[in-house]
């Protein structure tokens, strides 16, 4: 199984049946752990391989799936040593998981959970009281089959260059007499749908001048769902316009290029 194969097919695991994890193996999972990422390289890491079924029932006191455990790996870290020694064991957590996940045995990271009982369970590892305990990797065979807990689409999450934001594009009122005027509504309407957006805080006038666009007022604001259904509230008015930007930095040359060069594609 290649890493991208274990990447897709890697799921968290709670209800395991036993079976024989030969100690090699464990190894092997645990030397995936110790050749993660490490910030500066410092490694304030170590791991206990457990397969002792008295220690292990003792560690059920974090979630009770855990009896049920063929061995569980635990990774201790020196927070002293590092102040990225979280960043660390999540590192070598996710490289010990696919590294399970390659050689055909479930597994789940337990950690939340293992907090909340983390100095009774430094005892029974005789862990030291300066060393922190707060994963655990209980490791098995499924008790049945099933599939990776559904992501987020690809598309909605990955972004090119930058984070996308919303090109909010109001109508002035062109009569030099009703200038005053049209600033004022183009203000109104700007309140009335920022007013609707829930953590939309902040936004940025950009002034039409700058763009060589002198018929419209533009407003470059974060990426919302919400603020293009304020905007077709308005639609009516055939005063504002909303379209997404893939790359923000790319407004003002896309503007002076092109004023409608913008498009609303996600």
């Known amino acids: 199984m290649n890493v991208f194969e274990a990447i897709e097919q890697r799921r968290s695991v709670r209800s395991l049946v036993p079976t024989e994890i030969p100690m090699e193996d464990l190894e092997k999972i645990v030397d995936a752990g110790r050749l993660a990422a490490s910030g500066m390289n410092t490694q304030p890491r ?18 009770g799936f855990i009896r049920d455990a063929s061995a569980v790996i635990a990774i201790v870290a020196d927070e002293s040593a590092s102040r990225f020694w979280l960043e660390d064991m999540s590192a070598s957590t996710s490289n010990m998981l696919l590294a399970a996940t390659a050689l055909g045995y479930a597994s789940c990271w337990v950690e939340g959970t293992l907090l909340r009982v983390e100095d009774e369970a430094k005892k029974v590892l005789g862990v030291p009281a300066d060393k922190k305990l707060i994963v655990a990797i209980p490791l098995g065979k499924a008790a049945r089959a099933g599939s990776q807990a559904p992501k987020k689409p690809f598309d909605e999450i990955v972004h090119y260059d930058g984070i996308p934001a919303i090109l909010l594009r109001i109508s002035r009122l062109g009569d030099r007499g009703k200038r005053a005027k049209g600033k004022m509504e183009i203000s109104v309407m700007v309140r009335e749908i920022m007013s609707g957006c829930e953590r939309i805080t902040n936004y ?28 077709a509230l308005h639609a009516d008015r055939s005063r504002c316009e909303a379209f997404r930007v893939r790359n923000p930095k790319s407004v003002h040359s896309t503007l002076v290029a092109n004023p409608s060069a913008t498009s609303n594609s996600k």
Do not use: W, Y
């Open 46 to 63: 170590e791991f206990i391989i457990i397969t002792d079924k008295k220690i292990i029932e003792q560690l059920s006191m974090a979630q």
């Open 204 to 231: 940025e006038l950009l002034h039409a001048p700058d763009f060589g666009v002198r018929s419209s007022e533009f407003f470059l604001i974060p990426n919302s769902d919400a603020v293009l259904s304020a905007c």
